[in-house]
């Protein structure tokens, strides 16, 4: 497992942008799969983004297409998320999180990741 620790929330107006970051111990980062997801007050977890070890493939929720965008520089073991054209219902604690190469779980599933960081608060007024 890798230890990971977010940062860049704050608060922010509609239409604004924000960038998260995630920074990683461990020298094998680039051989996990890097996913973000995030939490509002009484609902579930859900994913927002993930980026593939191979392939640089990059996957994102329908909500968030177009508007955030997942990178990784391995080199500085950190994922970033980039999110423009904030919405007040992207209000959350968005959570990093790592996960094996090989998984019977898809990207988007909270099962298939094994390490999470503490959390970051975003919070986008209207």
């Known amino acids: 497992q890798v230890q990971l620790v977010e940062s860049g929330g704050g608060s922010v107006q509609a239409g604004g942008s924000l960038r998260l970051s995630c920074a990683a111990s461990g020298r094998t980062f680039s051989r996990y799969v890097m996913g973000w997801f995030r939490q509002a007050p009484g609902l579930e977890r859900e994913f927002v983004a993930a980026?593939?070890?191979?392939?640089?493939?990059?996957y994102y929720a329908d909500s968030v297409k177009g508007r955030f965008t997942i990178s990784r520089d391995n080199a500085k073991n950190t994922v970033y998320l980039q999110m423009t054209s904030l919405k007040s219902e992207d209000t959350a604690v968005y959570y990093c999180a790592a996960g094996p190469v090989s998984s019977y779980y898809r990207y988007d599933v909270v099962r298939r990741y094994n390490s999470w960081g503490q959390g970051t608060q975003v919070t986008v007024s209207s």
């Open positions: 980026y593939s070890w191979s392939g640089g493939s990059t």
